[in-house]
């Protein structure tokens, strides 16, 4: 059974870049599936962020796309989230998932992280 | 302000049948599949419903899913306390060219 776990600081200083990683276990990352992340800020929806295949394939919401850098690697079984320039607008539970892409359909998710963009 | 739109709150008593509607557009809903999430309070989102009107594995079959049109609907029947969450809607969008999510409704079990 697939098990996805997000690692980060949980603090991050405004101006400066977030960095998380998600680890995959119980499954290979190098499966058909995208593997995805969204987030949520306190008290409010779900936002997609992007994702990527093992291929190297990546898809990024055009919102955060001048932002955001995903990264995969395979050997660690593990994929990241790069988001530079954060602002308090950035605080939020950051999720991972796999990612049936592209049909919008997240079937396994890891606990979420908060991340708090504080100076 | 989210590209699918869903009413904010929800609500019914035991045994009762809830229904929760998501309204988008020809660039998401009308040409793409639908899938519901749910979300007990601080926990992850949970695959409810894919395809439209697909149950995700283990999840009961009071919950069902239909779509018409630019608009979907979950419905819950036998209405239970551990239905009490929020539920979102989600479904490709050709012109963001990736998934969006509608803003959820929170389901209040009275």
């Known amino acids: 059974q697939v098990h996805l776990q997000e690692s980060g600081p949980g603090v991050v200083r405004p101006s400066e870049t977030l960095s998380l990683t998600c680890a995959v276990s119980g499954y290979s990352i190098s499966s058909p599936y995208y593997w995805g992340w969204v987030r949520q800020p306190p008290g409010k929806g779900l936002e997609w962020i992007g994702s990527?295949?093992?291929?190297?394939?990546?898809y990024y919401n055009p919102s955060l796309k001048s932002r955001v850098t995903i990264s995969i690697d395979p050997s660690k079984s593990q994929f990241s989230l790069r988001l530079t320039s954060v602002t308090a607008a950035d605080t939020a539970v950051y999720f991972c998932a796999r990612d049936h892409l592209p049909v919008a359909s997240f079937d396994a998710w890891g606990q979420g992280t908060l991340l708090a963009v504080s100076s | 302000q989210s590209v699918l739109t869903q009413p904010p709150s929800a609500s019914g008593t035991p045994g009762q049948r809830v229904t929760m509607s998501c309204s988008g557009s020809?660039?998401?809903?009308?040409?793409?599949?639908v899938n519901w999430y749910q979300q007990l309070p601080g926990t992850a989102p949970k695959l409810l419903i894919y395809s439209n009107d697909e149950r995700a594995s283990g999840v009961a079959d009071r919950f069902s899913g239909s779509k018409s049109g630019t608009s979907a609907s979950l419905a819950i029947s036998g209405l239970q306390s551990e239905d009490e969450a929020d539920y979102y809607c989600?479904?490709?969008?050709?012109?963001?060219?990736?998934?969006?999510f509608g803003g959820g409704t929170k389901l209040t079990v009275l």
């Open positions: 020809s660039s998401n809903i009308g040409y793409n599949i």
């Open positions: 989600a479904a490709w969008d050709d012109s963001l060219n990736g998934p969006v």
């Open positions: 990527i295949h093992h291929s190297g394939s990546i």
